[in-house]
């Protein structure tokens, strides 16, 4: 099994900026795509950004030019600098790997880490 700890959230004004990092219990080397995604109450979780394991990276239209996904695989970890944020970006952030991923490496069944709250307002 693999275990996703996120942290770094908290209460922001609109206009700041948060680093959120994502650690992995296990090994991200072999992960195809490593993604971060944000959900709130009633709504389906999205995905907000992703990076592949060729350091390609995609976005969700609302957050492009302000948020940047990054890894480091040395340390299993995987950032989410978020800029200018907006009272909109307001929700819990998870990360988590392709569904592909797991089955290849074995991983078990997908699970979900207790995300990190970020919480937008002035």
């Known amino acids: 099994q693999v275990q996703f700890v996120e942290s770094g959230g908290g209460l922001v004004q609109p206009g700041g900026s948060l680093r959120l990092s994502c650690v992995s219990s296990?090994?991200?080397?072999?992960?195809?795509?490593m993604g971060w995604y944000r959900q709130v109450p009633g709504k389906q979780r999205e995905l907000v950004a992703g990076?592949?394991?060729?350091?390609?990276?995609n976005y969700g239209n609302s957050v492009k030019g302000r948020f940047t996904i990054s890894r480091d695989t040395a340390k299993n970890t995987v950032y989410l600098q978020m800029n200018n944020l907006k009272p909109e970006d307001t929700a819990v952030y998870y990360c988590?790997?392709?569904?592909?991923?797991?089955?290849?490496?074995?991983?078990?069944?997908?699970?979900w880490g207790q995300g990190t709250q970020v919480t937008v307002s002035s």
């Open positions: 990076i592949t394991s060729g350091d390609n990276t």
């Open positions: 296990r090994n991200i080397v072999s992960v195809y795509h």
């Open positions: 988590n790997a392709d569904t592909g991923s797991y089955a290849r490496l074995n991983w078990g069944p997908l699970r």
